[in-house]
Every structure is written in C-alpha cells, then in structure tokens.
C-alpha cells in the first residue's frame, strides 16, 4: 500500500500541509470557510447563486480549476466553491490562486 512507505506517508503529510496553509490563508481573507479542517475539500462560501456560475467561469479562465456548488443543491444563499487539495499541488501554486487571482478583489470588484 502506498501509505506504508516512505513516499506515501510524503504525500499524505503534504496533503495535510498543503489543505492547512490553503484554508487558513482563506480564513485570513475574511472567507467563511465550512468543513472539516483536516479535509482536502475547503468549500468557501459565495452566497449569492449568480456568483458561482460567473466566479466558476472566470477561474477557469485563469487556469484554476474549481468545483462550484449552488441551489438546488445547497440553500439558496449558501451557494460555495470547493477548493480541491491535492499533494502534488505546490506552495507556489497555491499562492498563485490565493494572491496572483486576487480572489478577494475580484469577488469584491467583479459583483
């Protein structure tokens, strides 16, 4: 199994890191962050449904790929992003989505 040597339990322990610098940095933010704080999955709330289609497409322009949730599948208002942790992801990348996107900006300039 891979979790029994040396390059499994590299991953899994850079898939812990990677999910807390990731989550924390969002909380830092000021995002409303929901789950469980050792999940690879961070979903975020957006609350407002016409911000999810738009937020989705527009990451997938700049090349990050999110998985974004909204009514029916969630309340009306409790629409979110889910942010999808991975070891192979590096600190580089991630600072890229949370700084070089300007997340925060563009929710706030973008609606």
Known sequence: M????FEG?????????N????????VDMGFIVYGNKNSPVIPMLIYMPARVTRFNREMLRRG????TVGFPATKLLDARVRFCMS????RQMLDT????????????DFF
Request: hydrophobic residues 50%; proline residues 0%.
């Open 19 to 26: 999910t807390r610098y990731f989550r924390q940095k969002l």
């Open 64 to 67: 990050i790929a999110v998985v």
């Open 97 to 108: 989505v949370m700084n070089s996107t300007n997340i925060k900006l563009f929710l706030i």
């Open 87 to 90: 070891a192979a992801h590096t």
């Open 2 to 5: 891979i979790m029994f040597d």
């Open 9 to 17: 339990q590299r991953r899994i322990c850079q898939l812990a890191d």
